[in-house]
């Protein structure tokens, strides 16, 4: 019994990313379910058990498919195609109204990520292969990570005024929209700069940078929300 516990100690030690690939199959599915909840509290979309369980199964299995048979980068941008697909079909949304569910989630977790990744590492003195491909420091950073986001959902479950209707798009002229969806998509490749940043030069960033990162990115999230907001109060007035 010990040897078999030594065994198991040691494969969780060792890089292997097979095995990383391996444990966190489980993992995409508490992802998947965080992130819907997620901007399904946020945009108070109305959904029944059905549609919950459908996406909650559709959307980790694609995800562990591409994992094991796309390469990375192109595998991070089928899930959120297929992400965005299957918002609009399962909770039936239009295209702006999806793009926004898929953006505003992915942002908030990748904001998280950016704040914690770095300290972590300097914490355990892990360099980003080690990191990715050693369970025994992988996993234990995803729970944190998805604890973290748990805890945001349960805040904005009970703060009704970070919830906004999605149904408040429809009162939007068009330049209005166009501004909207080019305000989202400048966020997003911003976010996906600094995670691409993150990724590859998170040995020699100090971890002052990357918490005056985070706190630019979460500036430029409050303001653009601030703005939207404020811009649907007058189209509505």
């Known amino acids: 019994m010990m040897q078999f516990l030594n ?29 819907m909840y997620m901007f399904l509290i946020i945009f108070n979309i109305n959904s029944n058990r059905k549609q ?6 559709c959307n980790p299995f694609i995800g562990i498919i591409n994992l ?16 965005f697909i299957f918002i609009k079909i399962i909770f039936k949304l239009d295209l702006l109204k999806s793009f926004v569910s898929l953006i505003t989630p992915a942002f908030i977790f990748g904001l998280i990520n ?3 990744q770095n300290p972590y590492l300097n914490i355990f003195n892990l360099s980003p292969e080690i990191f990715m491909t050693t369970a025994i420091y992988r996993i234990p950073y995803l729970l944190i990570l998805y604890l ?15 919830k906004i209707s999605l149904d408040l798009l429809d009162s939007l002229d068009k330049k209005t929209l166009i501004i909207l969806c080019i305000n989202l998509i400048v ?30 990115l979460v500036s430029f999230f409050a303001l653009s929300i601030y703005s939207f907001t404020r811009i649907i109060k007058l189209a509505t007035t």
């Open 68 to 83: 094991h048979f796309i390469p990375s980068p192109f595998n991070v941008l089928i899930n959120y195609t297929c992400t």
């Open 187 to 216: 966020g997003l490749i911003s976010l996906c700069i600094q995670l691409i940043i993150t990724a590859f030069y998170i040995e020699i960033v100090p971890v002052t940078i990357s918490i005056l990162s985070f706190i630019f």
């Open 148 to 162: 973290i986001t748990f805890v945001i959902c349960i805040f904005m479950k009970n703060y009704k005024n970070v």
């Open 7 to 35: 065994n198991i100690w040691v494969a969780l030690n060792t890089p292997n990313e097979t095995l990383v690939n391996i444990l966190v199959i489980p993992l995409f599915l508490i992802e998947s379910t965080l992130l």
């Open 52 to 57: 919950k369980i459908i996406y909650m199964i």
């Open 114 to 116: 950016i704040l914690i």
